[in-house]
């Protein structure tokens, strides 16, 4: 129950802890792709203007990840429908740049590969509990 006892905590727990876990996850997950980057960059030979466009997508693709869990973060926390319905639709382009760093790119390492399977399973869960968890929140009742 809620501090004054009104209504129960609608929050999810393990949406929450995805979060989190995927926050660090994505931290590791960029650093490790400016690095995959720098090595493609110099030992293969990367186009430069797609190299670029890498680069600046991967920027991109931070941007959006930033939002969407910031609003994922808080449309829990705050049980809020609308805020976590945002992060929802924010994790669509998400997982389209997903799936171009894990098929789309020029060259496709195979730590690349791991890294964004690993990121997908990440979405698919969030998505999954993300919708349990807006439907919990639609259903309440509170005025």
Excluded at 3 to 10: K, S
Excluded at 15 to 28: G, P, R, T
Excluded at 111 to 129: A, K, M, Q, S, W
Aim: charged share 10%.
């Amino acid at each position: 129950m809620a501090a004054h006892g009104r209504h129960p905590i609608l929050s999810s727990m393990p949406l929450q802890v995805l979060f989190y876990l995927n926050s660090w996850y994505f931290a590791a997950f960029f650093i490790a792709e400016i690095l995959m980057f720098v090595y493609k960059g110099v030992l293969l030979p990367y186009p430069q203007a797609n190299l670029i466009l890498d680069i600046v997508l991967l920027l991109l693709y931070v941007g959006l990840e930033t939002l969407r869990l910031f609003y994922g973060w808080k449309g829990n926390l705050c049980e809020h429908p609308l805020t976590l319905s945002i992060s929802i639709c924010v994790l669509v382009p998400c997982t389209v740049l997903c799936v171009y760093y894990l098929l789309l790119q020029t060259f496709v390492l195979r730590l690349e590969f791991i890294l964004n399977v690993v990121l997908l399973c990440f979405y698919g869960l969030e998505l999954i509990l993300g919708l349990m968890t807006i439907s919990s929140f639609c259903r309440a009742s509170v005025y």
